[in-house]
């Protein structure tokens, strides 16, 4: 950026995307500011490496910013848009801003409806264990690398492009990803078929040195790979593929497999993630690692070190001899859930299952109401929570309730509770040995698996 560009303010720096676009400008020398609802880990990490973070949205907070970003949660009407505004302070999406990072380095952008977090997270720790030091910015926390965000002497950014607003297209990577197209986020789309049409033009970006790496086990994603004009790699579990998984078995937080590339067998490998869809995001970042020259056997430790991310299939309470587990996912649209609760059946196929869902938006909810109430086969009990709405106003007719009431079941039990407090109460009534308790949704239903957790360990089953 030129040189004049040296103030940098973030209206909703705490979101996990904002937060690591923050950091690493941080670590670049620029001075860095910006506001949030309320403190959090993520803002008091900010704090500590030198932004300046004000508590509350008011356009006070513009301290003579040279620029300042927002992302798509932030609303026009924001005091702090409303001011720069006045005051003809450019503003930058968050999307553009990582574009600019993006311009300094060779990117790899890995888009898709569902897994975006976990491949850019898979192949962040596969160049760092290969040496080559990336940038990258995840829009979760990478246990094994302790951040979500970190400016790396390398030559490489990773990145998630983000399609909810279409501000991917902002991206010019050398490197696109994509993993999956499922309809969502459709009220900034005129129709699948849009949406669809959109991946293949982002992917599209790549330089003619460039490649696309497409899960062809996605029937919309096998479309792109069908006529695609530029080099591609595919990779899948269930169609012929570049990069395959074969023999695979779930165990209780990881996954083993044998890994075919090109048909030829390249040996047994272990992950420590759950699940088919798991495998199918190891495979894309396997294929970026190996694009890129990293031996095989970097490849495989980097995945082997890989420790998750934060509320992605995230075991908050696990007890082994009475085979009692706590699980948090972010999981927050019907095909994610069904995965997970796929692999969880998969698991543990004699557990008893109790799932909490909190719906997230309402324009999501109502956009996927009828999807909803499918996807809960072979749960025990399940709650339903209030929707987490994220900014958004009711729509009428819109309802968890009205979701729990229309979710019909001669197999298991399903309640609907207003209260997360009472969530957990009515929960810890139910745990009992060889139980797998799941809390699912983007909000802030993690507080009924860390509140149940911590009843867990005080006072176990006896």
């Known amino acids: 950026m030129f040189s004049h560009i040296q103030k940098i303010h973030f209206v909703g720096i705490g979101g996990i995307g904002m937060s690591g676009i923050a950091e690493v400008l941080l670590t670049l020398g620029y001075k860095v500011s910006g506001s949030d609802a309320q403190k959090t880990t993520i803002t008091r990490r900010l704090r500590r490496r030198g ?33 720069a505004r006045r005051l003809d302070i450019p503003l930058v999406a968050r999307a553009e801003m990582l574009a600019e990072l993006m311009r300094l380095k060779y990117g790899i952008a890995i888009a898709g409806t569902h ?36 400016l790396g002497k390398g030559d490489f950014l990773v990145a998630e492009a983000d399609e909810s607003d279409r501000s991917f297209m902002h991206l010019s990577p050398t490197i696109a990803v994509v993993t999956n197209i499922d ?7 005129r129709d699948y078929d849009e949406l669809k049409n959109i991946f293949k033009e982002f992917c599209l970006k790549i330089p003619f040195y460039g490649v696309a790496v497409l899960c062809v086990d996605h029937p919309a994603v096998a479309a792109i790979a069908a006529s695609f004009p530029k080099r591609f790699l595919t ?16 165990y209780p937080f990881k996954s083993s497999f044998e890994l075919k590339i090109n048909g030829k067998s390249a040996g047994q490998w272990r992950i420590n993630l759950m ?24 490849i495989k430790k980097g995945l082997s070190q890989f420790k998750g991310i934060g509320r992605r299939l995230e075991p908050l309470y696990k007890n082994e001899h009475q085979k009692i587990y706590v699980i948090d996912d972010y999981g927050h649209h ?9 692999a969880i059946r998969q698991t543990w196929p004699q557990a008893r299952l109790i799932v909490i869902f909190q719906p997230h938006r309402y324009t999501r909810t109502k956009a996927l109401f009828s999807d909803f109430t499918k996807i809960f086969d072979g749960t025990n009990e399940l709650f339903i929570t209030q929707i987490y709405a994220a900014g958004e106003p009711p729509i009428h007719g819109v309802s968890a309730k009205k979701l729990a009431d229309n ?41 009924v698996g860390k509140q149940l957790s911590k009843m867990m360990k005080e006072m176990p089953l006896q």
């Open 51 to 83: 932004a300046k973070v004000y508590y509350g949205h008011q356009r006070e907070n513009l301290k003579n910013p040279h620029v300042v970003v927002y992302s798509s949660a932030i609303a026009p009407s924001n005091p702090e848009i409303v001011e």
């Open 115 to 150: 897994g975006k977090t976990t491949v850019t997270s898979l192949i962040a720790n596969i160049l760092t264990q290969g040496g080559l030091d990336p940038t990258f910015v995840v829009g979760g926390k990478v246990k094994s690398l302790r951040t979500n965000a970190r």
């Open 183 to 189: 309809p969502e986020h459709m009220e900034h789309y």
């Open 235 to 250: 990779y899948g579990i269930h169609t012929k593929a570049d990069f395959m998984a074969h023999k695979i078995k779930l």
């Open 275 to 298: 699940g088919s869809h798991h495998i199918q995001n190891a495979l894309a970042a396997i294929a970026v690692g190996n694009e890129l020259g990293i031996p095989l056997s970097s």
């Open 334 to 342: 019907p095909v994610e859930i069904r995965e997970t609760l796929n």
């Open 407 to 447: 979710i019909h079941s001669n197999s298991f039990n399903v309640h609907y509770r207003e209260n997360l407090n009472d969530v957990v109460h009515d929960v810890r009534g139910l745990v009992k040995k060889n139980t797998i308790v799941v809390t699912f949704g983007a909000g802030d239903v993690n507080k």
